[in-house]
């Protein structure tokens, strides 16, 4: 007879990942029905972006040989390919692959945890935090984030096969080692966070190693440690050549940069307590002194790493998933510096540390029968249930933010009202609706929150931003009908970033619209030079070369008698 113990583990382990399942795709079903964001990355990777439209040898082959907003990540790329194939164009397909693959993650997740510590109540929480939690939001629903999703999926898969490898034996386990170098691999390719793989598992083998060797450890992660640092090497070549997310350091020193994240470590912390005020775009003080908030902010850390070495000699299990919301906040510290100080995606990766350290923290390691058979911590486990229905709550109402640039960075303004950026993206949205002098009044005011200096700043990434919104200003004159300010205003945005293919293609269209064909002629030129791939621009230059070719002709004296 079928040992009926085992039949049911097995239907109440499918019976959970399908309430898993149900759970967070009812919580991000409305999210099917958001737009694209025009003016953040979705329109550089996807809106923009003809080699995702369609899984085609060609396509293929220029997903792995180059580099897109700074990043080489192929598969992220590939992955659009594949929705564009289903969906075409439509952001409804976009945004569903990204929610069943966050969803695929708390299932890893659970699965993962499942087989580390058997069936307990506490992974069943773990996993509805890590799906549920509002900091997941932006990464979850924004379709240019598909790279964290998918990464982490990988990095799922990597870390499930490295364990199995761990625990099995014999030539069979090979197959598991190769599994896992292969996903991470792949992960890799998707999004050069996951670097920290190495020392994830040199932690898994320190804490769930059961004895195991620490030089058969290091010797098993050399290979890993092979792929992150060739992963490393092609990051730095690729935003030094693309001018990507990597910027100096924010103060102008690493030291102004190391005081500046100690308080955003405690941001983070917060986050993950007390997810309020989420938002696209933090205005993180840069600082460069030690004044009272750093002073908190590092005593606060003080206390965490006692916490840590204090877990590491009596839970070391703990530890580990302690330790792992550190180690994933690692490729976002600024040891290399990054645009962005501070956002939510990058809680993404921590909180797979964070779910499973604070569940198996708060909630007694006892079986769902067990629990129901002695009421053990009823309280605690009624008290987090209510947590997570609080958490659910609040993400509903951020998914709601995300659902196109008008919503969001008008949330955005009303949180970070002294960065430019915030503004511009505001007036972006505004300009999509059709509401045309607000816009221009945002423009505008995103112009005068930028410090003057960063002008004289050759080729950085605030410069850039300065180009932008002067291009975005000049569009929305054009949309008036002003059209001499709008080649003013492209003008100067070609001025500060001559490479800045959109601002010649539109300058390019108010000359022509003045009838200055012969300059239009030039500026559309320049777009294709520097945007290749860009049919709108092949299309204008065409046509513009059309008409003057016409010109020409019109204008040769008739020869017929």
């Given at each position: 007879?079928?040992?009926?113990?085992?039949?049911?583990?097995?239907?109440?382990?499918?019976?959970?990942?399908?309430?898993?399942?149900?759970?967070?795709?009812?919580?991000?079903?409305?999210?099917?029905?958001?737009?694209?964001?025009?003016?953040?990355?979705?329109?550089?990777?996807?809106?923009?972006?003809?080699?995702?439209?369609?899984?085609?040898?060609?396509?293929?082959?220029?997903?792995?040989?180059?580099?897109?907003?700074?990043?080489?990540?192929?598969?992220?790329?590939?992955?659009?390919?594949?929705?564009?194939?289903?969906?075409?164009?439509?952001?409804?397909?976009?945004?569903?692959?990204?929610?069943?693959?966050?969803?695929?993650?708390?299932?890893?997740?659970?699965?993962?945890?499942?087989?580390?510590?058997?069936?307990?109540?506490?992974?069943?929480?773990?996993?509805?935090?890590?799906?549920?939690?509002?900091?997941?939001?932006?990464?979850?629903?924004?379709?240019?984030?598909?790279?964290?999703?998918?990464?982490?999926?990988?990095?799922?898969?990597?870390?499930?096969?490295?364990?199995?490898?761990?625990?099995?034996?014999?030539?069979?386990?090979?197959?598991?080692?190769?599994?896992?170098?292969?996903?991470?691999?792949?992960?890799?390719?998707?999004?050069?966070?996951?670097?920290?793989?190495?020392?994830?598992?040199?932690?898994?083998?320190?804490?769930?190693?059961?004895?195991?060797?620490?030089?058969?450890?290091?010797?098993?992660?050399?290979?890993?440690?092979?792929?992150?640092?060739?992963?490393?090497?092609?990051?730095?070549?690729?935003?030094?050549?693309?001018?990507?997310?990597?910027?100096?350091?924010?103060?102008?020193?690493?030291?102004?940069?190391?005081?500046?994240?100690?308080?955003?470590?405690?941001?983070?912390?917060?986050?993950?307590?007390?997810?309020?005020?989420?938002?696209?775009?933090?205005?993180?003080?840069?600082?460069?002194?030690?004044?009272?908030?750093?002073?908190?902010?590092?005593?606060?850390?003080?206390?965490?790493?006692?916490?840590?070495?204090?877990?590491?000699?009596?839970?070391?299990?703990?530890?580990?998933?302690?330790?792992?919301?550190?180690?994933?906040?690692?490729?976002?510290?600024?040891?290399?510096?990054?645009?962005?100080?501070?956002?939510?995606?990058?809680?993404?990766?921590?909180m797979l540390g964070a779910?499973?350290?604070?569940?198996?923290?708060?909630?007694?390691?006892?079986?769902?029968?067990?629990?129901?058979?002695?009421?053990?911590?009823?309280?605690?486990?009624?008290?987090m249930a209510g947590l997570?229905?609080?958490?659910?709550?609040?993400?509903?109402?951020?998914?709601?933010?995300?659902?196109?640039?008008?919503?969001?960075?008008?949330?955005?303004?009303?949180?970070?009202?002294?960065?430019?950026?915030?503004?511009?993206?505001?007036?972006?949205?505004?300009?999509?609706?059709?509401?045309?002098?607000?816009?221009?009044?945002?423009?505008?005011?995103?112009?005068?929150?930028?410090?003057?200096?960063?002008?004289?700043?050759?080729?950085?990434?605030?410069?850039?931003?300065?180009?932008?919104?002067?291009?975005?200003?000049?569009?929305?004159?054009?949309?008036?009908?002003?059209?001499?300010?709008?080649?003013?205003?492209?003008?100067?945005?070609?001025?500060?970033?001559?490479?800045?293919?959109?601002?010649?293609?539109?300058?390019?269209?108010?000359?022509?619209?003045?009838?200055?064909?012969?300059?239009?002629?030039?500026?559309?030129?320049?777009?294709?030079?520097?945007?290749?791939?860009?049919?709108?621009?092949?299309?204008?230059?065409?046509?513009?070369r059309d008409i003057n070719?016409?010109?020409?002709?019109?204008?040769?004296?008739?020869?017929?008698?």
């Open positions: 007879m079928p040992n009926s113990s085992s039949s049911n583990d097995k239907l109440f382990f499918y019976f959970s990942l399908a309430l898993l399942s149900a759970l967070s795709l009812a919580l991000f079903w409305p999210a099917l029905g958001h737009d694209f964001l025009i003016n953040w990355d979705d329109r550089q990777y996807i809106l923009e972006n003809d080699a995702i439209r369609g899984l085609t040898a060609e396509h293929l082959k220029a997903a792995f040989t180059t580099f897109s907003l700074g990043n080489y990540a192929p598969l992220h790329l590939v992955s659009y390919m594949i929705d564009y194939e289903i969906w075409g164009m439509r952001p409804f397909g976009f945004i569903l692959t990204n929610i069943v693959l966050h969803t695929l993650n708390g299932l890893l997740l659970y699965a993962f945890l499942r087989r580390l510590a058997g069936e307990r109540i506490w992974i069943f929480f773990a996993s509805l935090i890590f799906l549920l939690h509002p900091v997941q939001v932006e990464t979850v629903v924004w379709a240019a984030e598909r790279k964290t999703v998918l990464a982490m999926s990988f990095f799922l898969a990597s870390l499930s096969c490295y364990r199995e490898y761990r625990e099995g034996s014999g030539g069979s386990t090979r197959g598991w080692y190769l599994l896992s170098l292969i996903s991470f691999l792949a992960a890799l390719l998707t999004k050069s966070v996951v670097v920290v793989m190495p020392l994830v598992i040199l932690l898994f083998d320190l804490c769930y190693g059961g004895g195991r060797c620490l030089k058969k450890s290091i010797v098993a992660v050399v290979p890993f440690m092979a792929l992150a640092a060739w992963t490393v090497f092609i990051a730095l070549i690729s935003h030094s050549e693309t001018h990507g997310g990597i910027t100096t350091y924010h103060g102008g020193s690493p030291f102004a940069t190391f005081l500046t994240m100690i308080p955003v470590l405690l941001s983070y912390l917060r986050l993950v307590f007390w997810p309020t005020d989420l938002s696209a775009f933090y205005d993180v003080p840069i600082k460069s002194g030690i004044d009272a908030a750093v002073a908190l902010a590092a005593g606060a850390c003080a206390m965490l790493i006692w916490l840590g070495w204090w877990l590491y000699r009596q839970k070391r299990e703990h530890f580990f998933w302690y330790a792992l919301f550190f180690v994933g906040l690692i490729p976002v510290s600024q040891i290399v510096p990054i645009v962005t100080l501070m956002n939510d995606r990058y809680l993404y990766f921590p779910a499973a350290y604070l569940s198996g923290t708060v909630l007694p390691s006892v079986t769902w029968k067990e629990w129901v058979g002695s009421g053990r911590s009823m309280l605690r486990v009624l008290l997570i229905v609080a958490c659910a709550v609040v993400s509903s109402l951020r998914i709601g933010v995300w659902q196109d640039s008008f919503t969001l960075w008008g949330d955005a303004v009303k949180k970070a009202p002294a960065v430019a950026l915030t503004h511009d993206g505001f007036g972006e949205g505004l300009l999509q609706r059709g509401l045309v002098d607000e816009a221009i009044n945002q423009f505008r005011t995103a112009l005068r929150l930028y410090p003057p200096a960063i002008k004289l700043r050759e080729g950085s990434g605030p410069r850039n931003d300065v180009a932008n919104t002067h291009n975005n200003l000049g569009a929305a004159y054009g949309t008036k009908g002003l059209t001499d300010s709008a080649i003013e205003q492209f003008r100067m945005a070609i001025k500060l970033n001559p490479q800045l293919a959109k601002a010649w293609f539109n300058l390019g269209n108010a000359q022509a619209n003045t009838g200055r064909m012969n300059e239009a002629l030039l500026s559309f030129e320049t777009a294709v030079r520097l945007d290749p791939r860009n049919k709108a621009y092949q299309a204008n230059l065409k046509l513009t070719s016409f010109s020409e002709i019109t204008k040769q004296p008739d020869q017929g008698n």
